[in-house]
């Protein structure tokens, strides 16, 4: 019995030894969205594209939900080489610079046609400053664009956002709150549903894809089509990382970028309409905003055009210029 195992053990090995190179290299990427979400079944096609394409060779693991490090975590984790790839949503790095928040600079890109385009004037400038962090850019996906949501109340004007809890998921979306006269309090997308569940927050803004995640009828009644802003996430690699990789592998992962930066636009615009259908099936309200309420948040977003223009000076000027001759 003793001896039978044996053979079958050094058989074992055998077979294994003469396969070819199988899962040489996991990577670990951490994202922040749901696992039903486009934006992370994306990464998950993304991660079978490059596995598929290396024979294994490299394995990405997606841990989705902010599973792995939380929203605001992710970019550091990555450039500190505790995950080797990540995807955020670009703008909750604002802060660290201006051009991170350039997608959020409300009604500039309002569509999935301008949002490419801003998108292209801007990555040669997004590129450099991961370059800065030693991280590499891979690919990057637009949300739908962004509407408001609201609890019970009607908002005719932005009077009636005055006093409610506004969440924001950003130094963006806050500044809208602050405008507004809303109390804002940051939440991020993975803590959304309770946050509505208990109150904490009231009214907000983002996409239908969000709205759809948690569930948002079973305690919002309304759902204003600003068509505001399209934030986007950014996807990303270690450059040590990437740099260990050999040739081909590289040339797989960059392939697979590129096809994965198509397939997201793609999802994104064919999701769009299907969440606010979706609304409407379980008894949300979902129209366009008053034109009062319309030129109310327009002249707070020429307020926070100039902001960021103040804050990103001559290079982001230059950046919106090249989107403007696009
Ligand atoms: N959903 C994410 C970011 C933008 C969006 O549409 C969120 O609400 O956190």
Redesign the pocket.
Known sequence: MKFMTCTAFGLAAVVVSAMPSLAQTKWNLPSA?PPSNYQTENLVQFAKDVSDATGGGLEIIVHSNASLFKAPEIKRAVMTGQAQMGEV?MSIHENEDPIYGIDIVPFIATGFDESVKLWEAAKPAVEKKLESQRMKLLFSVP??P?GLYSSTAEVKTIDDLEGQKWRA?NVGTARIGEAVGAQAVTV??AD?AQALATGVVTAWM??G??GYDIKVWESQKHFYDVQAWL?RNIVFVNQAAFDALDAPTQEAVLKAAAAAEARGLELAKEKTNFYLTEFKAHGMIVEPPTPELQTELKKIGEGLVNDWLERAGAAGQEVLDTYKKM
């Open positions: 969205y949503l949300w739908p962004q998921y991020q997308a959304m983002s996409s894809s969000t934030p």
